[in-house]
């Protein structure tokens, strides 16, 4: 079997999948923590990993950039290849300066103003939810490696460059202030959404990389290296 964007077979992915937007952290993290890493997909280079972390199978696997994207990839691994919890590993834009460079966020909910949800099933909500038992796997796994969580609201945005619009409060001053964004990413709206109307299970966890609150800024090469903590919660669950 094979899928339009996917060339691996049935039984190649795991049960838990980790999805960083970028395909070369999936690599990344293959090469570095898992034992036996097997390359199962490369389709357009969005390369999908399986092996073993501590004895317990895992699949790592790039998701792309925006929801158009995860929407795709997660639909598939849940749809075609039996994945019951996708995990995005993701980097984000503080909008406060609770978050600071590094920090690791637990996604409480993503907020968004996409048509995702909208188009994919006609749900109309601005708000989409984690899994809560895959939430509490991920505390579990943090606080066994003394590992702290910044928990809270999500921004899932279209947009990554905006024309500014000269408008006070700013955006993401208004999305924090009045709907508790945290930090700003791009997937897991509809990430969650898929999640739910398929009944399996998605969470979060994201690095701080940047943020609108100080002129702060990872290089490309700490974000694909440096998560490594966000990489240890996420491997660390035992469902
Ligand atoms: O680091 P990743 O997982 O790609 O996540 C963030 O980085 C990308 C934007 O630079 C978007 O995909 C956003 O969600
Ligand atoms: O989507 C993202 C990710 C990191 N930083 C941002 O500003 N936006």
């Known amino acids: ?5 996917n060339r691996a077979q049935k039984g190649d992915f795991a049960a838990t999948v980790l999805m960083p937007g970028d395909p070369l952290r999936a690599k990344f993290i ?6 036996n890493p097997r390359l199962v997909t490369d389709v357009r280079g969005m390369l999908g990993f399986t092996g073993t972390y501590e004895g317990r199978p895992v699949s790592v696997m790039g998701s792309g950039m925006g929801m158009p ?23 984000a834009g503080s909008y406060t300066d609770k978050a600071r460079l590094f920090d690791v966020v637990l996604a409480t ?3 968004s103003e996409s048509s995702y949800a909208l188009t994919q099933s006609g749900d109309g909500a601005d708000i989409q939810l984690p899994d809560p038992e895959l939430n509490e796997a991920l505390r579990a796994s943090a ?3 003394n590992i702290p969580l910044i928990e809270g609201v999500i921004h899932s945005s279209d947009v990554f460059y905006r024309e500014p619009s000269g408008e006070k409060p700013l955006y993401w001053e208004r999305l924090r202030d009045e709907k508790g964004c945290v930090a700003v ?3 897991s709206f509809a990430l ?9 299970r998605a969470a979060c966890l994201l690095t701080i990389s940047d943020s609108f609150v100080s002129p702060e800024i ?9 998560f490594t903590a966000m990489m240890k919660v996420a491997l660390g669950v035992q469902l």
């Open 1 to 5: 079997m094979s899928t339009p964007h």
């Open 30 to 35: 293959a090469d570095t923590f898992l034992e």
């Open 69 to 91: 994207s995860i929407g795709i990839y997660s639909y598939e691994l849940y749809t075609q290849y039996g994945v019951e919890n996708i995990i995005r590993i993701g980097s």
């Open 109 to 111: 909910g993503a907020y």
């Open 143 to 145: 606080a066994a490696q």
């Open 185 to 187: 990413e791009m997937e």
């Open 192 to 200: 969650f959404h898929n999640a739910r109307v398929l009944g399996k």
């Open 218 to 226: 990872t290089t490309p090469e700490q974000r694909q290296t440096s």
